[in-house]
């Protein structure tokens, strides 16, 4: 049975987060996703300290669906730059682990 990953994604808004997680999930690279609305980002862009409000997306997934994943987040999202940040889960129970291996490809 593979790892399980969580990957962390910032998206503009509630409808981009809705639009990429359904995407993730029908595919079957993700087996959830959850969004967190309402958060306030501060970050340097081109040269300029930025204040976004965004939505946050967390996937779960396994690890040998870690790059098709990121491909297809890529192709979607609309940032230049989208932050992509897979968190490896160090504990988590089996029933849990065994869930997320069926339900992904």
Same mark, same amino acid.
């Not at 959830?32 to 967390?58: F, L, P, Q, R, T």
């Given at each position: ?5 969580? %990957?962390? *994604? &910032? %998206? ?12 993730? *999930? !029908? ?17 340097? =862009?081109?040269?300029? *300290? ?5 939505? %946050? ?21 609309? +940032?230049?730059? &989208?932050?992509?940040?897979?968190? &490896? %889960?160090?504990? *988590?129970? $089996?029933? +849990?682990?065994? =869930?997320?291996?069926? $339900? !992904?490809?």
């Amino acid at each position: 049975m593979d790892e399980i990953y969580l %990957v962390y *994604v &910032p %998206v503009s808004g509630m409808e981009e987060a809705e639009i990429i997680s359904d995407a993730m *999930v !029908t595919r079957r690279l993700a087996a959830c996703a959850n969004i967190s609305s309402d958060i306030m980002s501060i970050y340097h =862009w081109e040269g300029k *300290v930025h204040k976004d409000k965004e939505c %946050v997306i967390i996937f779960k997934t396994k690890a040998s669906l870690l790059e098709e994943l990121e491909a297809e987040i890529k192709k979607q999202h609309s +940032y230049e730059c &989208p932050c992509i940040s897979a968190i &490896p %889960v160090h504990k *988590v129970n $089996e029933e +849990y682990k065994k =869930w997320v291996n069926e $339900e !992904t490809k």
